[in-house]
């Protein structure tokens, strides 16, 4: 092989492996935690309203992508240790989020959260109109899953309530759970996810779900991404996300 050759040989894997290593920096990683009916696993299987959403949304993009199971104490660790090309779905918007990463166009809104009751607490939550009533009574427990937010409403309410709070990184069909043994008095849970789990879950058929006077509205959900992702890759996100959730509502 003469020189001439050899340098053409040198030149193109040099491309080659440019184009590798710039492709696998542009990946987008996007993380999702298991929260049914929105997204879960299922005999391995990936399912969920809100995830399928994701999947079509990042492939109408054109976005090189991959799609990561991970819990949502972890995906709020990742943004904020700065993980590169990294994104995520599904969540509010909350001022803390604001420095850590950009919010895409409303991804999905929910309807307002309702509350799980446990069995030994049912004439003792139901004696409340109000949930401003409901949280200023010490006799109760009040279940909250830590790491995740309830909207900045909620989230206020559980910082001055005078009930017991139990807290705990688990997931929300653990902490409802919780509250059919009788570890809480009640939970605050989303609606959607509620309308599933009563239908899977038999340990919950002796909890009251119940709707109290001054429960916030609904909130809207985004995707989020690392402030890295580039303003290309965003507009890419919303165009194809106001296509695709425009046509869902």
Known sequence: MNLYHLACVVCTASIFLTSQNTLAQET???????????????????????????????????????????????????????????????????AE?????????????????????SPAAAKQVAAHRTLKSLMSDPNLTLGVVDAVSYGPELDAMFTTTKNKVVRSTTLPMIMARMVAANRASYMLIDREDWEYLKEKEESLSQTTQMDLQGMPSGLNRYIVCSKDVTVEHMRKINTALLKIYTLKK
């Open 97 to 117: 989020r604001e420095a850590l990463v950009q919010f895409s166009e409303i991804f999905h809104t929910d309807p307002p959260h309702t509350l799980l009751v």
């Open 28 to 94: 987008i990683t996007v993380a999702w935690r298991i929260k049914p009916p929105h997204q879960y696993l299922e005999n391995g299987v990936e399912k969920g309203i809100l995830l399928e959403r994701a999947k079509q949304v990042l492939s109408t993009a054109q976005i090189a992508h991959r799609f990561v199971e991970e819990p949502a104490k972890r995906i709020w660790s990742n943004f904020s240790g700065g993980t590169k090309n990294y994104c995520s779905f599904g969540w509010y918007r909350i």
